[in-house]
């Protein structure tokens, strides 16, 4: 498998945070996931993980297939993160806004991903939000702002399909406002 | 018991705005109604009530520029303050009682506590004239979105304002602006800019009703600002610069509809790569212009836009490598979006 050469979009983001949810929302066929028991319950409290990766695909009409990766959530696989992340359309991060190191983790995260691939379409899905707060999003912007970053936060729901599309249609839309001449034909 | 207060009661002060004698542009109009709803907006957090007048019995005067100066002169010489509103996108505010539209709540508010010091010196008593109970916020197309934007600067979150149709209320608005409530049908109406036909009047009351949807300013903001004009918001300017700020949370605003997203997306997109000007996007973002100026509209009534005020932007574009479709990256686009969307209707 030529991982730099194939069409494909990246999900990461810490364990839990719905990496497998969101892929198993949008992709084509189930996803092929290697879940083992948890034996980490202390970084996060739920039955299954996923080790190596999470695989899916949408297979589109004229045969082109573009496929979907989820980078393992255990820290002692982020070694992967930089060879799956090559090369890709875009990577999209998932961020579990309940954890109490999701602001942490949006800093390491997006400072390691945007540290390899400067011009790589970055996306920021932050799940499980309280919408009680005046603008709950706000301390997200502001941790990356610190370090003069700016992309695309959004409050999802990796568990409804729109909410999933809509990360990838901003990954869509940042790769063609940086395509320098229109192509023939107009969308 | 303790003595009553003197500082509870509140200094009254009285203020006219002059409409200038010839009919000038919408912007004129439009100056002084900003004016007007910042004024009510203000009510209780400036340290005097400024209540509107004739200009007869008025401490301060508020004209436009254009306003011929021999009458300027004259309400001068009575004793009141001028202040000018110049519509002139390129003016200098001449001096600290000028102020050049689209001018900031926060200018406004300030200037008042001047004016209502300096009028300390100068003060004659008066009888207190009856305040307008509320403001009609719909003479034109923005004023609603004004008075919320006007809302958002006077920050007083101790407050909250009622939205009334013909009909009575339909939503509420915390005086900061950053939360509102409605019922789910105001809310369906609001997304779709279906909010009024009728005037809208904001007004102020204890507390919203109860069992009523919670959502936060900006989305009250996106919405009538989206959907207030397929021409730019006054406050924009065609060939200035903007940049984006941060992007909005497009997962609680998009409205579900998919080329209104895909549209959105698409010229936020063209922002964040390279500062444009709404002249330049038109051209660089591929949408249909009714939907770059909407976007640009809402995106600009709620700041997550600002101009820039710096020479020509260089290119921001840093190259990395994807894997490139044999199709082209727009064909396989289509394809993806025609896919998605198929799948999202299952
Ligand atoms: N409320 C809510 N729950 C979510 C969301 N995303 C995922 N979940 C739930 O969170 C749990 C964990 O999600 P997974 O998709 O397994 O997380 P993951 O990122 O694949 O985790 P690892 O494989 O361990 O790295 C599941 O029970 C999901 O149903 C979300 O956006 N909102
Ligand atoms: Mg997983």
Known sequence: MNAAGELKIVFTGPMGAGKTTAITAISDTPPVSTEVANNDQQAFAKASTTVALDFGQLALSDGTVVRLYGTPGQERFAFMWEILGRGAMGVILLIDANSPNALNDLEHYTRTFRGISPGQPFVVGIGRLHDAADDALAPFRERLATHGIVVPIFSVDVRKHEDTQLLIATVMAILEARMPEPEHGHA | MTAPAASQARTSRNIALLKPARDNEDLVEHALQLFDSMLWVFRGTTRSDWTLSPPADADVVVVHQAEASDRVNALRSQGKLIVVLSTQRAAQAADEHTLVYPFPATQVMSLLEQLDEHLDGVRVEKAPTASPAAIATNQNTWSFVDAVRTVRAARNPGIWL?????????????????????????????????????????????????????????????????????????????????????????????????????????????????????????????????????????????GFIEVVEAAAPTAQRTQFQAAKPQSGFRQLFRNLRRHLQRRSGR
């Open chain 2, 162 to 302: 009622s939205v009334e149709d013909s009909h009575g209320p339909v939503l509420w608005v915390r005086g900061d602006g950053a939360r509102y409530q409605c019922s789910a049908a105001t809310q369906a109406a609001l997304r779709l800019g279906q909010l009024s036909g009728s005037p809208l009047v904001m007004e102020r009351i204890a507390t919203p009703r109860a069992g009523l949807l919670n959502g936060p300013g900006d989305e009250l903001l996106w919405h009538c600002a989206y959907h207030a004009s397929n021409s730019y918001a006054p406050w924009l300017n065609e060939s200035t610069t903007y940049r984006l700020r941060y992007w909005p949370d497009l997962g609680q605003l998009r409205i579900g509809d998919d080329l209104t997203t895909t549209s959105q997306l698409r010229v936020i997109a063209a922002l964040d790569a390279l500062p444009s000007s709404p002249r330049m996007l038109l051209k660089r973002a591929r949408v249909a212009r009714e939907h770059a100026i909407r976007t640009l509209n809402a995106l600009s009534a709620c």
